[in-house]
């Protein structure tokens, strides 16, 4: 029974020592440029009641999500998705407000996935949100803001993938298919079967230029030029105005200098029935997933009663950490914590130097020490704790400085150490 209580459930890890502060530090490092684009945080519950997150919202189905119910048999969830929640407080909080919100968040979601896929139920994410813009402009800026955060976390080979579901949905239109074709096709281009899904169109009555459109469905991914391409195979007004608005996009991202981390891939349908235009995912190497998801959803908020235009992006800071870590990128973090090790008759000395450190911003641990403890077992215990620096009270006015870095030892008066902080 002990033993069990040592181990969390599957999907779950505990996360310490440098690990938890290279994490802390990548969180931070995207925060920061968050606030430089205007964003305002918001925090929102981990459980929320069943109908936020339902699946008319974009949200996972019924059976991925954990839930519970309260004392009044109200159906509570943990959150699978954040997104939901931020547009539950805006159409409370910001029902009036018709010119640009921008608000951010970091926080973790819970996914109850199948055993035995090796995935995370509890996924951390920070992203933002910006409503009431429905501008081919915050497009390109969301985009741009997410090359920022990526490069911020130190990340340096990255491409973020675009598409724009109403290009899809144009040539159903134009076609005219059932929607249970419609979903057929869909399928095929989400898992990338384009073989099955050339084969599928061939059995269908549409025009000549949309199943040869399908069958190099595959090839609609690349550069600019690939608008040109996908604009040659159809006459549907929706998926024209989609590429217009994709080549508006492509042109503001330019400006900022960022094109080359962008690339248009039309078979991008993630959350089909979640976003409204364009859609956008980022890919680097060390993992299989995408280390940032988004696009723009404007029919969710009405859903809560606020007629508002929205797009945002997550980035899935697991994903992200793990391929920074085998890309042997993450961030460097350094603890410069020091120790201040007294015995008890040096105790008020003791506490005032840490004081007189901890005002000048360094992290200081006061250890008494322990009889049954050496010097030499605290200075290994400064190695295994990323410990800077030992103060090691002598008695009397004499102080032996310990430098982990370099292993040197000194001897100085409590008179002297005061003078130099």
Not at 2 to 25: N, S
Not at 228 to 239: I, L, Q
Not at 322 to 328: C, E, K, T
Not at 371 to 398: C, M, P, Q, T, W
């Amino acid at each position: 029974m002990r033993e069990t209580l040592l181990h969390t459930p599957e999907g779950v890890r505990d996360i310490y020592g440098t690990e938890c502060e290279k994490k802390i530090a990548l969180v931070n490092s995207i925060h920061h440029v968050l606030h430089l684009y205007g964003y305002h945080d918001i925090e929102t519950p981990s459980f929320e009641f069943f109908d936020i997150f339902n699946y008319d919202k974009g949200s996972a189905p019924s059976n991925l999500m954990y839930k519970f119910f309260d004392r009044n048999n109200n159906t509570l969830v943990l959150r699978p998705d954040i997104t939901p929640s931020i547009a539950r407080c805006t159409a409370k909080y910001y029902q009036d407000e018709e010119l640009p919100i921008r608000l951010c968040y970091s926080g973790k979601t819970y996914i109850n996935a199948p055993m035995h896929q090796g995935k995370l139920n509890e996924i951390s994410q920070i992203g933002c949100e910006l409503i009431n813009d429905d501008s081919s402009a915050a497009d390109a800026e969301m985009i741009s803001s997410i090359v920022d955060c990526l490069k911020a976390s130190g990340l340096k080979e990255f491409q973020i993938e675009i598409g724009d579901v109403d290009f899809f949905k144009g040539l159903m239109e134009e076609a005219g298919v059932s929607d249970d074709i419609e979903e057929k096709i869909r399928d095929f281009i989400q898992i990338k079967n384009f073989f099955g899904l050339s084969e599928y169109v061939e059995t269908l009555n549409i025009s000549d230029n949309l199943k040869k459109c399908f069958k190099e469905f595959d090839t609609l991914f690349g550069g600019e030029e690939v608008l040109d391409k996908a604009a040659s195979y159809t006459t549907s007004k929706r998926a024209l105005e989609a590429i217009d608005r994709l080549r508006k996009v492509y042109k503001a991202v330019s400006y900022y200098n960022y094109e080359n981390y962008i690339d248009f891939d039309f078979s991008t349908l993630n959350g089909y029935d979640y976003y409204t235009g364009i859609v956008f995912s980022g890919y680097t190497y060390g993992t299989g997933d995408a280390i940032v998801k988004g696009g723009r959803y404007n029919n969710l908020l009405p859903q809560f009663g606020k007629d508002a235009p929205s797009i945002g992006f997550a980035v899935v800071i697991d994903e992200l950490f793990m391929a920074l870590s085998r890309q042997h990128l993450d961030k460097e973090t350094k603890s410069d914590i020091t120790v201040i090790l007294y015995n008890i008759e040096d105790q008020e000395d003791a506490i005032s130097l840490a004081e007189k450190l901890r005002n000048k911003n360094v992290k200081t641990q006061l250890i008494r020490k322990s009889k049954r403890h050496d010097f030499n077992e605290y200075k290994e215990y400064a190695s295994r704790n990323e410990v800077d620096k030992i103060y090691y009270f002598l008695g009397g006015a004499d102080c032996i400085i310990y430098k982990t870095e370099d292993l040197s030892e000194e001897t100085k008066t409590l008179k002297e150490i005061r003078e130099e902080i």
